[in-house]
């Protein structure tokens, strides 16, 4: 059931809202006559930047004001009921990537070709990538509202890479300085607001590898269960990369991480009951060994 009044589109550059990309026949949406292209600005006075705010909004709401932009160019303002956990039937716009500012001595973008497509240049760092799809973010960047959000919506997990707790490591590996580097705070706070991590490393022989990991490990394991993983995965390298800080992971090295990494294991699943720091594949295959169950 709703209601809707037109008022005078206001022109503007800025295209604000989440645009419609499809609304299914028979739905709540259809009926409102929304359509694709179609942008939805506020729901009940509240500011819709993407998708994700959209269902933060109307999550568990059943008397909506909806303010659209219609692709028209009109604005329509929409009240309705609906019945708990109806569906609208849209689906939206993908989210375009916040991008990172950092300058990772590892970065897979390094090992494209130059003619690869776009899409593989795209450096993203976005935390509501994080909790859609455990893309991993290094919270170097993250602004106020981006805490914020995350600890207002509830976006748990975080998938963030870590490298080092060895600040002057973790500096040099992301090519930023150490203020920057230091995410010390950020983390504690989305860690005492409930927020769950799940925390990465590249591994770079020579680097943040021997007691640069353990200590890392260490470190992490400290937060268990706030930090409820750590993932290591061999730096990856391919032809197109030839910086000279970068060693390339070798059977040998893989063979030595897994033995020094099992002693790990076996200590922090007596302790946390959970292997806790979990080797890539890759390792286990480069090393000439069988992937774990
Ligand atoms: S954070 Fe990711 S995308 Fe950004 S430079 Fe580092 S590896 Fe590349």
Redesign the pocket.
């Known amino acids: 059931m709703y209601e809707f009044a037109v008022t005078p589109a206001v022109t503007s550059i800025r295209r604000r809202g989440v645009e419609i990309s499809e609304v299914h026949p028979d739905s709540l949406g259809a009926e409102m006559d929304l359509e694709p292209g179609d942008r939805i600005i506020k729901v009940n006075g509240r500011t819709v930047r993407d998708y994700l705010d959209f269902r933060f909004h109307t999550a568990g709401e059943t008397e909506l004001l909806l303010e659209v932009r219609k692709k028209t160019g009109e604005d329509w303002e929409l009240e309705l009921e609906r019945g708990e956990n109806e569906d609208f039937g849209f689906s939206f716009e993908q989210i375009v990537p916040r991008q990172?500012a950092?300058?990772?001595i590892?970065?897979?973008?390094n090992g494209n070709p130059a003619d690869a497509r776009p899409s593989l240049f795209v450096?993203?760092?976005d935390i509501r990538l994080s909790f859609l799809y455990g893309n991993y973010t290094?919270l170097t960047s993250i602004s106020e509202d981006e805490i914020k959000r995350i600890v207002e919506q509830g976006l748990s997990p975080q998938y963030v890479?870590i490298h080092a707790t060895n600040l002057d490591v973790r500096a040099y590996l992301?090519g930023v300085d150490k203020e920057r580097a230091d995410i010390s705070a950020k983390l504690k706070r989305l860690l005492d607001a409930g927020i769950q991590i799940h925390a990465q490393v590249v591994l770079c022989p020579g680097i943040n590898d021997g007691d640069v990991l353990l200590k890392t490990i260490h470190d992490l394991a400290a937060e268990h269960p706030r930090i409820t993983s750590v993932a290591i995965v061999p730096l990856g390298l391919t032809r197109y990369n030839t910086d000279p800080r970068l060693t390339p992971v070798t059977p040998e090295f893989c063979r030595e991480v897994i033995g020094q990494l099992t002693a790990v294991q076996n200590q922090l699943r007596v302790r946390l009951g959970t292997n806790f720091a979990f080797l890539g594949d890759e390792i286990y295959l480069r090393a000439g060994q069988a992937v774990p169950k």
Do not use: A, I, P, Q
């Open positions: 990172c950092n300058e990772c590892f970065c897979f973008c450096k993203d760092e290094t890479s992301l």
